[in-house]
Structure formats: structure tokens, C-alpha cells
């Protein structure tokens, strides 16, 4: 064994660029839903990696299969093909309504393929005019310029010069104001499904269905975000598949991996026609080691038994959240779906959703936050019942705190 130099939560305020600022502990070990620190200290992890440890922390099946690739093959480039990433495609466009599958290495690659794609198609099948591109105001699709652009939160969009143009917002679940901005002009139409990082908003029952509609109407393309809501995360594969609604391209991340980082854009053979050798490309994407992860959390994912499980547990976490708050008073309303559940904070606690998380950190339980008044939980897709029965008590503790 080689000696390791020790390091402590001090040292990144020295060595790291100051764009985060992580927990004062430092998680070392994870099994299963529970995490440990420096310290041996014991977390229920309702975090899950934001949403991305779909099958908790060292899943057997996910170890298998980065060990068994490990010994075989690593990285090619796009130079060359690789088995596990044909198998992965096979696999994604046999379960979806996709013919064809692009791999990238994150959300914001996933997406960024998928803006640049509906741009190229607009621009062959109906020409130059055909540019706008249509999103959601609380939108988030990642931190590339162009993402960060079509995401619809400006404090993260400004201060970095010049964005990529033609892109404008309309709010969500305002079909309304969808209607009188597109037209035949608008490239593609880009959302979340159920959006995340805006503060867990739900669509209301017609608009998805609705945006569909005035997609087809002007010919522009629908692009669902499911980043966050994709790979079982909502109790279907993705989460298109329960909203009667089909899309014409999708940016699958997060739990696609499952904590090995990849990304997909999945799309039509028609529309992926024109992403033509050279227009776009990735050094890593379709890297054999995270295909072979990915291809073994599908395998584990896309089974009855594990999404059913989900929606049972959806039911379970926000019995519990209910049950809490009946006592302290916290919430406002407890939603979302599936295991990405949010609970909005009520006006005596307006902009206090940190407080919560730091306060369940200190009581040994990790949750997120979706913006500052929601409390996010987005555990994984098989978090045992034990452990979310032990989670919320120390949930409950911490929300104890903060209330009292
Ligand atoms: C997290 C997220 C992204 C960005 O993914 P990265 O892997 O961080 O680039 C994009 N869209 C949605 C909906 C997300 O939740």
C-alpha cells in the first residue's frame, strides 16, 4: 500500500477553485444508502449524489461490472467502437421511443448535442430563419454556454459576455404564453418534464400535452430534458412514458450512470440524419468502462420490480414528510414524483432550505435543496424501507431544530 497524504475540509479552500462550498465533512466510505466520514460518523443519504446514485453507493451488480471492464478495455476514442457502448445503444433504443442513441459524458453534453442537433436540422430541412429555440423560465439543462443559456435562470446565464442568441423563455405551465411566442420560426422547444433544480414544479395535467401539440403545429422540435427525471427516477424508465406525451429528442445523465459519468441523447433516425460524420463529436463519449456501468445499471433499473418499488416508495417519503410536518408546520407542499420529491418551504421559512440540509447534515441525514425554499429528496431508486424510516427520524430531528 502506498501512504496516502491525509487532507481535511480546510485544505480545499486552499487548492480548489471557490465555485463550491461543500459540507464540513469529508464522505469517505458508501454502501447501499449509508455513507460514512473521516470521522466514522454514519449519513442516510436521501442526496444521492443529486439524484444520480439510482442504485445507492457500490451496488454489486455496478462493481461487477466496472471491475470485470477494468480488466479488459478502458478507452478507445471514437476512432474505434466498443461492445459496451453498441450493447448500451441496443438496449436505450429497444426501451424508448428512439431509433438512435449520441453518448457524452454529462447532462449539459447530452443537451448541448441535442440544441446543436435541432439547430443543424432546422437549418437543412426548412433553412436560416428557423432558429429559435423556446424554453422555461426555473429551467435548468447544465453548464455549458449554451445550456446555461437555454436554462432559464439568469444568475447563472450572465456575467460571461456575449450568449448564444435566438434563445428566449416563457413560463412553465404557461401554455398561453408558449402559444403567442412560437411560430414557424421556432427550432426546437427544450424542457424538463418535471423540473428539478427550479424547485421540484410539477406540469399541470394538458401542458406537456400541450406543448406537444404546439410543436407539431410549427414543426419544431420537442427536446425533453430528463437528466433528472430520466432512468427510473419517476417510476418509468423515463419519464415521457407516463405523459402520453413522446419527444423527438432526449438528454439522458445522471442515473444513466448511476455515479460513473455519461451521458445520452437519444433520437429519431430521421432528425439523427443530420449529425453527419464531423458535425459534432466527444473524446470520451461512449467510453467502454462507463458504457459497461451504464448497461449494468439498466439492467437493474428497467425491471418492474425496482420501478413499481419506486412508486411505493414515493408513497412511503411523503407519508413521512407529511407526518412531520403535521407537527412542526414547516411545509407548504409536499410534491413531485417518484424518488425526486420536494417540500416547499411555507412563508414562516421563505428562503431557509439550506438551514434544513446543514441541520440534517448535523443530525446525520443528507438531503438536498431545489433552490432556496425547497427541501429536496432524490435518494436511491432502492433505498431500503429501514432506511427511510431511520433517515426521516433524523429528519425529523433536524427540521426540530430549525422549527424550534
Ligand atoms: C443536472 C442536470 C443537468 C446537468 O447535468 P450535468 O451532468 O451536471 O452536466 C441538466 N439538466 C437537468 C434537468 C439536470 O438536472
Redesign the pocket.
Known amino acids: 500500500m502506498t501512504d496516502k497524504m491525509s487532507v481535511s475540509r480546510e485544505m480545499f479552500n486552499d487548492v480548489m477553485v471557490p465555485n463550491y462550498n461543500p459540507a464540513a465533512m469529508i464522505p469517505v466510505k458508501g454502501e447501499g444508502s449509508r455513507l460514512w466520514d473521516q470521522e466514522g460518523r454514519e449519513y442516510i443519504d436521501f442526496a444521492g449524489g443529486?439524484?444520480v446514485n439510482c442504485l445507492g453507493h457500490c451496488h454489486p451488480a455496478m462493481v461487477k461490472a466496472i471491475q470485470e471492464q477494468s480488466q479488459k478495455l478502458w478507452h478507445l476514442s471514437n476512432v474505434f467502437t466498443n461492445e459496451p457502448a453498441i450493447r448500451l445503444a441496443k438496449k436505450l433504443t429497444d426501451a424508448t421511443f428512439a431509433d438512435r442513441v449520441y453518448f457524452a459524458n454529462?447532462?449539459?453534453?447530452a443537451?448541448e448535442a441535442a440544441l446543436k442537433l435541432a439547430r443543424r436540422w432546422a437549418l437543412e430541412e426548412h433553412g436560416e430563419h428557423k432558429k429559435q429555440i423556446i424554453a422555461f423560465s426555473k429551467?435548468?439543462?447544465?453548464?455549458t454556454f449554451f445550456?446555461v443559456t437555454v436554462g432559464g435562470q439568469p444568475a447563472y446565464s450572465d456575467g460571461f459576455g456575449p450568449k448564444p442568441g435566438a434563445v428566449e423563455h416563457v413560463p412553465y405551465n404557461d401554455l398561453e404564453a408558449l402559444k403567442s411566442l412560437i411560430s414557424d420560426n421556432t427550432c426546437a422547444v427544450m424542457m424538463?418534464p418535471l423540473q428539478?433544480?427550479g424547485g421540484v414544479i410539477t406540469p399541470d395535467a394538458d401542458f406537456v400535452k400541450g406543448v406537444r401539440e404546439l410543436c407539431d403545429q410549427h414543426n419544431a422540435l420537442l427536446i425533453f430534458?430528463?437528466?433528472?427525471?430520466g432512468f427510473g427516477r419517476t417510476g418509468s424508465l423515463y419519464a415521457y412514458q407516463q405523459l402520453g406525451v413522446t419527444p423527438d429528442i432526449l438528454?439522458s445523465?445522471?442515473s444513466l450512470g448511476g455515479g460513473f459519468?455519461i451521458?445520452a441523447m437519444l433520437t429519431t433516425d430521421a432528425i439523427a440524419q443530420h449529425l453527419k460524420p464531423g458535425t459534432h463529436g466527444s473524446t470520451y463519449g461512449g467510453n467502454p468502462l462507463a458504457c459497461a456501468v451504464a448497461e449494468a445499471v439498466f439492467d437493474v433499473v428497467n425491471t418492474d420490480d425496482v420501478l413499481a418499488g419506486v412508486k411505493h416508495r414515493e408513497a412511503l417519503v411523503k407519508e413521512h414528510l407529511q407526518r412531520i410536518n403535521d407537527k412542526y408546520h414547516v411545509f407548504d407542499e409536499i410534491r413531485g414524483k417518484g424518488m425526486l420529491i420536494g417540500a416547499a418551504l411555507n412563508e414562516k421559512f421563505e428562503g431557509r432550505a439550506r438551514d434544513f440540509l446543514q441541520a440534517g447534515n448535523a443530525e446525520g441525514v443528507m438531503v438536498l435543496v431545489a433552490g432556496p425554499n425547497v427541501v429536496r429528496f432524490t435518494p436511491s431508486l432502492i433505498i431500503p424501507e429501514t432506511d427511510i424510516v431511520e433517515g426521516m427520524k433524523r429528519f425529523e430531528q433536524a427540521v426540530a431544530k430549525v422549527a424550534g
Do not use: L, M, Y
Open positions: 443529486i439524484a454529462s447532462g449539459a453534453e443537451n429551467g435548468f439543462h447544465g453548464r445550456t424538463e428539478g433544480e430534458d430528463e437528466v433528472q427525471t438528454a445523465a445522471k459519468p451521458g
